[in-house]
């Protein structure tokens, strides 16, 4: 019953900037971690960045220093700042969220994803 909503994928220039959100709804007791991914045609699925619950965060190598990872509690929303775009982030960047139900019991989904281009 945890289903996810994606937004702020877009088209944008190299060296420009996006902000992905992700947000969850439906029977969450709470969220565990949250992270974005992203899968480049012809390309397997990557980590981009992780947050937990307790806010450590971790990235990938390549985005380092460029993008930031942050939740809002609250809103039970995800967020990947994305700066410096280079044409190489272009990407469907998925969602993903585990926790626990209010009926108890683990989960994990996935969002659909949102198209990221970055054109040089």
């Known amino acids: 019953q945890v289903q996810l909503v994606e937004s702020g994928g877009g088209l944008v220039q190299a060296g420009g900037s996006l902000r992905l959100s992700c947000a969850a709804s439906?029977?969450?007791?709470?969220?565990?971690?949250m992270g974005w991914y992203r899968q480049a045609p012809g390309k397997q699925r990557e980590l981009v960045a992780t947050i937990t619950s307790g806010g450590s965060t971790s990235y990938t190598d390549s985005v380092k220093g460029r993008f930031t990872i942050s939740r809002d509690n609250a809103k039970n929303t995800v967020y990947l700042q994305m700066n410096s775009l280079k044409p190489e982030d272009t990407a469907v960047y998925y969602c993903n969220v585990r926790g626990i139900t209010t009926d108890f019991m683990d989960y994990s989904r996935w969002g659909k994803g949102t198209q990221v281009t970055v054109s040089s």
């Open positions: 439906g029977s969450i007791f709470n969220i565990n971690a």
